[in-house]
């Protein structure tokens, strides 16, 4: 490339609804040393997308106020261009990877986008399937790694049918720990095909007495998703673990019990091990990049089963 190139962006002029998202024209960053620039192929949209655009992840000290933020962490591409010192990775390769700085101006939502060569792993799969894959694995495999559960254990997954959850379930499964799924009565099928052992239905006042019910003196461990804090953490065992994917959920670690709030960390060999795992990877449907307006809508909207791929 000769550094003359434009490309277009979606960012967040200040702090709202839908609205504040635009398409504009910047030219193409280079990767520096130790970073690729990918074309990106496509793009997820996820929740921390929309408190990001809303001003809430600013508001609550996660990141500083802006006036123009650059939004997406999810991409799949293929690599335009390498920077001084990567040699893991070559013009040409397709990618995925995992942007996990908040406060920049640009995101995945863009044509091109830069990356550290840590952050991305090499990819077979079909790009719209493969960026939905980042943030929501990542973040199921690293719950689990701090709940610091052993093969045999029991683990209670919260919002088992959402994104993250979905991915708990799956990678609990392959660790050979046995699964109390929680979710809607209409994804108990879907669940017990992943594997899960049992199923407890998420509306029920007291999670934690039926949990205690199929698992008399709870379970050992517990990934809450969603956000269900002191009433999922009921369900664990005096000095068992606790680890919640949604920041200040964390209940008090009562009866000794570890609790952990998991933050992202982008990590490209750990993506290298979770494709290999052949996750499923579900996407409710695809838009163009100038419709990102609308792909937040859709999402804000609720409903979805998957989440929407952004396709430059």
């Not at 101006?105 to 863009?110: E, K, M, P, Q």
């Not at 609790?259 to 579900?282: C, K, Y």
């Amino acid at each position: 490339m000769t550094g003359t190139e434009t490309m277009r962006a979606v960012i967040a002029r200040g702090y709202g609804g839908p609205e504040v998202l635009e398409v504009i024209e910047v030219p193409v960053p280079r990767p520096g040393p130790g970073q690729v620039l990918i074309r990106v192929r496509a793009a997820t949209v996820n929740p921390v997308d929309l408190v990001t655009r809303s001003g809430a992840l600013a508001a609550a000290g996660l990141m500083a106020p802006r006036a123009v933020t650059g939004i997406g962490w999810d991409v799949a591409g293929t690599i335009a261009a390498t920077g001084p010192g990567v040699s893991a990775f070559s013009v040409g390769d397709t990618v995925i990877g995992l942007r996990d700085l908040l406060d920049r101006d640009l995101g995945c939502y863009a044509d091109y986008v830069v990356l550290d060569a840590t952050a991305i792993a090499a990819s077979d799969l079909p790009p719209v399937d493969a960026a939905t894959l980042p943030l929501n694995g990542l973040t199921a495999h690293q719950a689990l790694d701090l709940a610091a559960l052993a093969p045999g254990d029991t683990v209670l997954i919260t919002g088992a049918a959402g994104a993250v959850g979905g991915f708990a379930v799956e990678f609990a499964v392959r660790r050979r720990l046995r699964v109390v799924a929680s979710a809607s009565t209409s994804d108990e099928s879907l669940l017990r095909d992943r594997g899960a052992t049992w199923f407890v239905d998420r509306d029920i006042t007291d999670p934690a007495t039926e949990v205690r019910r199929l698992i008399p003196g709870g379970v050992d461990g517990a990934v809450d998703t969603a956000g269900l804090g002191v009433r999922a953490l009921a369900a664990v065992r005096t000095r068992g673990s606790f680890v919640t994917v949604v920041g200040g959920s964390a209940p008090i670690p009562l009866r000794g019990i570890r609790v952990h709030e998991q933050w992202i960390s982008a990590d490209g060999p750990a993506l290298t091990a979770l494709i290999r795992e052949h996750p499923t990877l579900r996407v409710a449907g695809t838009l163009p990049l100038e419709r990102a307006r609308e792909a937040h809508e859709r999402m804000s909207a609720g409903g979805l089963r998957g989440r929407l791929v952004l396709v430059p």
